[in-house]
């Protein structure tokens, strides 16, 4: 190990601090273990131990006496070209990049930083973070403090064995609604494999604590324009020329249906499970 | 001579039974088993290896014990496939183990009808449910049997189960349930509910069942249902609290353990105690999901001392301290006792709860208030006044008693339950496991915990970006590749010039 540290001390890194990173240099494998136990992830034993102020340095509160928490989370965000759009897009909120690759979580870091440095004064609210969304979200997020979360393109999982890896399902979308402030959070979701957006419905109508929007509904959202055509995924998608399928559901402050003994094993409530289902 | 010399053999064997035991032995690596004993209004249930007991209260100490029975698959999800089936069963080959182990067991009286429901989770995944009348007063002498009336499989095995209540629509005013479900806890985090009995009514099919919540990428390892929250702990130092049945809705997270949460319990009103495997007991006001306080659990190697700190103030722990990994932890019925047990000690702690004058949560302190002296105690229970323990053979059960200086004392030879169970344990020659927690073959560690890559020898965490060399390596490919190129074109030149 010391002769790469004496080559190190001679080369340095490969991008330096302010300068745009080559995709090159910083490709990764697509598809990561979610479920490890094994990885080592740093997080903090409580939301209000975390420090922000880290990930945006010159980003003052309006009011004094509130820390600045993340509003938007991008979950899976690769190599951060949503990011980096919601930045100028939304800039009154706080914008969380979360990526669990290495490598393209410190891709998505070091174009921030040069995005920083080019246009001084913008994308100070943008950031990334690696981390596993899956497990810590409870460390990093109090109650009801997000606004928006988007999951574009996220990995199809099609074994079926591999179902309860995908980032939306019964289990999740439950904390999500933890996470979202009711009436105003907005859960996004966008995919190219049809399968996974009639999942992604499936499920998420089938929660009692998200509603549907309707077609006039999302025209109007802007972020949806985002998220359609500035993710990296997405302009790979648009080249090869297949449909991309999308869905936006919004956090309601009362669950839609009340579970009692008459209606606990009903086919058609959220999770109930019978013989031939999935 | 030859005689004595065996016997002196078998006698210096007996002898060694150190205070710590630290070796385990190998045949007892793989057993997971949680939640070994559990009580209701009337009833016990313990579970020794792979059989199961019910013990009904009768008289004022006399109890009918009734065995609970594997069930075969009566009734049963959507058969397996050959493939799946002949996997498990050369799994439970080669890892030696008995498909009928008991993971966990939960027990309880049914408001509805004068009934005791009871659930026992295997290790094969089959979770069986058996009924029992509470009136049943013919059998005291003779241990009677029990069959399941219901058996379910569940898709991983089951840590930890408890018996709920869902209210009806009409009924809402009214406190009582209608539905009895069972909840079991998986190790693949999920939670699941169960119908307990086939009504018309309510449930057509036996393959029926419910999700409720899910712990994703975790494993659970407590379960609690108070009223209208759940409680659920997993490997991941969380406890998630979730309105019930409304389980879709997250009411708020307990975090601070700083490793996996080995048990919970909850008092009705405000308090929740959690256990963990950094080896504190913590004690949370769930209304707020704060920490109240937090106590270190640790002994000196020879005597006994234990050191509490309150919050935020850490108290440094001498070199000799052991550390103790609690295991198991509950309140007593009036909620001013805390009993807890550790992991292969011999010893029951017992801590008091001292609320504070003016009532509020922050002045509450908890102080130790007696250690019992009991061989390796694998559950406990508060029933009525006793604190009954479950523990290795020879004795295998163990009854306490608070006397006149208000200390439990054993009530050994008065207690006629603890008879009847050391009988069986000793007619069957049961072998009760080590440890409730599970160990990993390999590394022989305990399987909750992190395997982290930093304890790994010579691992050095890869930061490819860090690696300059990598750029210069292709900037000096690219000056090769281009040289080539302008030789190629060169020699092609002059190919064409000699032509």
New interface residues.
């Given amino acids: ?1 010391t002769k ?1 540290d004496n ?2 001390e ?6 330096a601090e302010g300068e745009m990173p080559q995709k090159k ?2 490709r990764s494998r697509a598809h990561c273990n ?5 990885d ?1 992830f740093e997080y903090p ?3 209000s131990k975390m420090d922000w102020s880290s990930h945006y340095p010159n980003l003052t509160s309006s009011d004094p006496l509130k820390k600045i928490v993340p509003t938007v989370l991008d979950v899976g965000c690769g190599f951060g070209g949503l990011t980096i759009a919601l930045s100028t897009l939304l800039p009154q909120q706080v914008i969380l990049g979360l990526e669990i690759r ?2 393209v979580a ?2 998505v870091r ?1 174009r921030i930083v040069a995005h920083r440095k080019e246009y001084p004064g913008k994308y100070q609210n943008a950031s990334v973070l690696r981390s ?1 969304t ?3 979200m ?2 990093f997020f109090e ?1 009801s403090s997000l606004e928006k979360i988007f999951f574009c393109f996220p990995d199809p999982h099609f074994k079926k064995k591999n179902h ?1 890896r995908r980032i939306v ?7 999500y ?2 996470f979202l402030k009711p009436n105003v959070g907005r859960l996004y979701c966008i995919t190219d494999v049809e399968d996974l957006h009639n999942w992604h419905v499936k499920h998420c109508r089938a ?3 998200f509603r549907e929007l309707t077609q006039e509904e999302m025209d109007q959202d802007p972020c949806v324009k985002a998220m359609y055509s500035k993710t990296e995924e997405g302009k790979k998608v648009e080249r090869s020329g297949t449909n991309k399928y999308y869905a936006v559901y919004q956090r309601v402050a009362a ?1 839609t249906v ?5 209606n ?2 009903d086919a058609d ?8 289902d999935s | 001579y030859f005689y004595i010399y065996l016997i002196s053999i078998v006698v210096s064997i007996l002898h060694q039974l150190p205070l710590i035991e630290n070796n385990i032995s190998h045949n007892r690596y793989f057993k997971n088993m949680k939640e070994l004993i559990s009580v209701s209004k009337d009833a016990i249930i313990v579970a020794m290896n792979d059989q199961a007991y019910v013990a009904v209260a009768t008289a004022e100490d006399d109890f009918s014990l009734i065995q609970l029975l594997c069930g075969t698959s009566l009734h049963t ?2 058969a397996p496939t050959v493939d799946s089936s002949h996997e498990e069963k050369r799994q439970f080959e080669t890892n030696n183990i008995d498909c009928n182990q008991i993971q966990a067991v939960a027990i309880t009286s049914s408001n509805a009808n004068d009934r005791i429901y009871c659930a026992v989770s295997r290790y094969d995944k089959s979770l069986s449910i058996y009924s029992m009348s509470n009136n049943d007063t013919t059998n005291i002498k003779e241990t009677s049997e029990a069959a399941p009336i219901l058996v379910h499989k569940t898709n991983k095995r089951c840590s930890a189960l408890e018996f709920a209540n ?4 009409n009924d809402s005013s009214n406190g009582r ?3 009895d ?1 069972i909840v079991a806890a998986d190790l ?3 939670v ?2 169960f ?1 307990v009995e086939l009504l018309d009514t ?2 057509t ?1 036996v ?12 494993m659970l390892t407590s379960l609690k249902i108070v009223h209208d929250k759940i409680f659920t702990a997993d ?4 406890v ?1 609290v ?1 309105s019930f ?6 009411l ?2 307990l ?4 490793s996996y949460v080995t048990d919970i319990d909850v008092k009705q009103d405000k308090y929740c105690v959690t256990v963990s495997g950094d080896c504190t007991m913590r004690l949370w006001d769930y209304r707020t999901y704060q920490e109240i306080l937090c106590i270190h659990l640790s002994r000196e190697l020879n005597g006994e001392s234990c050191q509490v700190s309150n919050n935020e103030q850490g108290v440094d722990e001498p070199q000799k301290n052991v550390r103790c990994l609690p295991v198991r932890v509950c309140f007593n019925p009036e909620g001013n006792l805390i009993a807890v047990i550790f992991n292969i000690m011999n010893c029951v702690d017992i801590y008091a709860i001292k609320e504070s004058k003016g009532g509020e949560v922050s002045g509450v302190q908890v102080e130790k208030m007696q250690s019992i002296q009991c061989l390796k105690p694998l559950g406990m229970a508060f029933f009525r006044d006793d604190l009954i323990v479950l523990t290795v053979e020879p004795k295998y059960f163990m009854c306490f008693r608070r006397n006149g200086d208000d200390e439990f004392a054993d009530q050994e030879h008065q207690c006629k339950l603890v008879d009847s169970v050391r009988c069986i344990g000793e007619k069957n020659g049961i072998d009760m496991p080590e440890s409730i927690l599970e160990m990993d073959g390999a590394t022989g560690k305990i399987k909750l915990e ?5 304890e790994i020898e010579g691992f ?13 390596r292709k900037r000096e490919k690219e000056k090769r590749r281009k040289k080539r190129r302008l030789e190629e074109l060169a020699n092609q030149e002059d190919g064409n010039v000699e032509r």
Avoid at chain 1, 269 to 276: A, D, K, L, Q, R
């Fill in positions: 190990m790469t080559e190190d001679e080369y340095g890194p490969i991008t240099f910083y979610p479920l490890s136990h094994n080592t034993s409580h939301p290495a490598k410190e891709y070091l596993n899956m497990k810590f409870p460390n109650k309860p399902s019964d289990r999740l979308l439950s904390e609604a933890f929660h009692p604590l669950p009340l579970i009692t003994a008459e606990f094993f409530g959220y999770g109930v499970i019978s013989e031939n | 999800k959507s869902i209210s009806s629509d349930g209608v539905l479900v693949a985090g999920d699941h509910a119908p309510i449930t099919k393959g029926q069942k419910r999700f409720l919540l899910g712990h994703t990428a975790s490997r991941d130092e969380k998630r979730s049945p409304q389980t879709f809705e997250v708020g997270y975090l601070g353990n700083e992190r395997n982290m890559k930093d050095v965490e890869h930061k490819p970006w860090l690696e300059g060399k990598r750029v210069q």
